[in-house]
């Protein structure tokens, strides 16, 4: 069940606003509608929590129903429009893709690890040369 006061409260919290007064001054409307939207006498104005939702990055999951987490994933636009294409695409598409990449992510981090293996290596290497020039200097 949606309880208003509840859904304002966290808005408020997710705001920073310490009182309803603020609400009311920044959605620019009087104490008394926020009042009303508080007791449920007026119904909240869900578009407005919409969009605030959506511009502000809050998890509407959070607002309406103070369940997960209070900030939603960001994504930047390559991430959505890689999102939108690949739910235009069946799904034994978007396995394949997903295999794919996963592959080539393992791959790049094993190279990445003989590279480091490789360097560490050269260390070692550089120091027995050394120790071996010191001794057989002396």
């Not at 990055?57 to 994933?73: K, L, N, Q, T």
Request: charged share 25%; net charge positive.
């Amino acid at each position: 069940m949606i309880i208003s006061s509840e859904i304002l409260d966290r808005i408020l919290q997710l705001k920073s606003l310490a009182t309803d007064a603020k609400l009311a001054e920044l959605w620019r409307i009087s104490t008394n509608a926020v009042s009303m939207y508080r007791t449920g006498k007026n119904a909240l104005p869900f578009e407005r929590l919409i969009t605030l939702c959506k511009e502000e990055g809050f998890s509407m999951e959070y607002v309406f129903f103070g369940e997960g987490p209070a900030r939603s994933i960001l994504l930047n636009s390559l991430e959505e429009k890689l999102i939108q294409a690949l739910r235009a695409i069946s799904a034994e598409r978007r396995e394949a893709i997903y295999h794919t990449v996963i592959g080539q992510l393992t791959l790049a981090l094993a190279e990445k690890k003989i590279k480091a293996d490789q360097a560490k290596r050269k260390v070692l290497l550089d120091a027995i040369q050394e120790t071996a020039a010191a001794i057989g200097a002396a």
